[in-house]
C-alpha cells in the first residue's frame, strides 16, 4: 500500500530557532498534502492543505507565516515552524493522498513530536 | 474548520461490543471515515461511508444516516489490543479531512 514517509520522528529545539519537517510520499504521487497538529490527548486539527507547485492554503488561525510549507514535488512537502516557542511543541502529522487508492488512499506520516525548550 | 462530535471515553471489557457515535455538519460532506491511533502513533484507517447503510470489515462495523448526520463505529469481540484512540473524520467538499475530538476506548480482561 502507500507510504508516507515523515522525517524526523522527534526534534528539540530552541525557542526562537527554526525547524524543518519532511513529509515523503514514497511510491505514489501527491498533488495535495495536508498538515495536521495534535496537542496530547487532543484531535487532530488540520493546519494546511500543501499544493504541488503553489500555495499552500492555510485554515482559519493559523498563521501562515509561522508555518512555512513547501511542496515543490509531486513527492515532498515541507513545513518549517520559525521562531519556535513552548507553545508550538506538539505533534505534527502528514497526510498524503493515493489517488489510485481512492478514500483509502489517505495516508498518514508517523509523524513528528516536537519539543520547543 | 467542521466540527464532529464524539464521546470522550468508552470502557468495556473482553469479548463485548462497542459502538462508538459521531455527528457532523452536513454542509460540503461528503463522507465518513474512522481512525485507530495507539498512543504516540499515526493514525490508520479503519472504514469509510459515502452511502448510508452499514460497511463490514472483519470485526469492525461502520454506519452512516446521512439524513441524521450521524456515524458510527462498531468493534466486536473486544480484544485488549483495541484499546485505544478511535476518530471520526469527515470529508469535506471531496479534499478536506476534519477530525472529531476523539474516543479514547479502553478495554478491561
Known amino acids: 500500500g502507500a507510504v508516507v514517509s515523515q522525517h524526523p520522528s522527534r526534534v528539540i529545539c530552541k525557542s526562537g530557532t527554526s525547524v524543518k519537517i519532511e513529509c515523503r510520499s514514497l511510491?505514489?504521487?501527491?498533488?495535495?498534502m495536508f498538515w495536521y497538529r495534535q496537542f496530547p490527548k487532543q484531535s487532530l486539527m488540520l493546519m494546511a492543505t500543501?499544493?504541488?507547485?503553489?500555495?499552500?492554503?492555510?485554515e482559519q488561525g493559523v498563521e501562515k507565516d509561522k508555518f512555512l510549507i513547501n511542496h515543490a514535488s509531486l513527492t515532498l512537502s515541507t513545513l518549517t515552524v520559525t521562531s519556535a516557542h513552548p507553545e508550538d511543541s506538539s505533534f505534527y502529522i502528514c497526510?498524503?493522498?493515493?489517488?489510485?487508492?481512492?478514500?483509502?488512499?489517505?495516508?498518514f506520516g508517523s509523524g513528528t513530536r516536537l519539543t520547543v525548550v | 474548520g467542521q466540527s464532529l462530535e464524539q464521546p470522550s471515553e468508552v470502557t468495556a471489557v473482553e469479548g463485548a461490543i462497542v459502538q462508538i457515535n459521531c455527528t457532523y455538519q452536513?454542509?460540503?460532506?461528503?463522507?465518513l471515515s474512522w481512525y485507530q491511533q495507539h498512543d504516540g502513533g499515526a493514525p490508520t484507517f479503519l472504514s469509510y461511508?459515502?452511502?448510508?447503510g452499514l460497511e463490514e470489515t472483519g470485526r469492525f462495523s461502520s454506519f452512516l444516516s446521512r439524513s441524521d448526520s450521524y456515524g458510527y463505529l462498531l468493534l466486536q469481540e473486544l480484544q485488549m489490543k483495541d484499546s485505544a484512540s478511535y476518530f471520526c473524520?469527515?470529508?469535506?467538499?471531496?479534499?478536506?479531512?476534519?477530525f472529531g475530538s476523539g474516543t479514547k476506548l479502553n478495554v478491561k480482561p
Open positions: 500543501s499544493n504541488e507547485g503553489s500555495k499552500a492554503t492555510y
Open positions: 511510491d505514489f504521487q501527491a498533488t495535495t
Open positions: 473524520a469527515a470529508i469535506y467538499n471531496f479534499n478536506k479531512f476534519y
Open positions: 497526510s498524503a493522498r493515493d489517488l489510485t487508492g481512492g478514500v483509502n488512499g489517505y495516508t
Open positions: 452536513t454542509s460540503g460532506f461528503y463522507g
Open positions: 461511508n459515502a452511502l448510508d
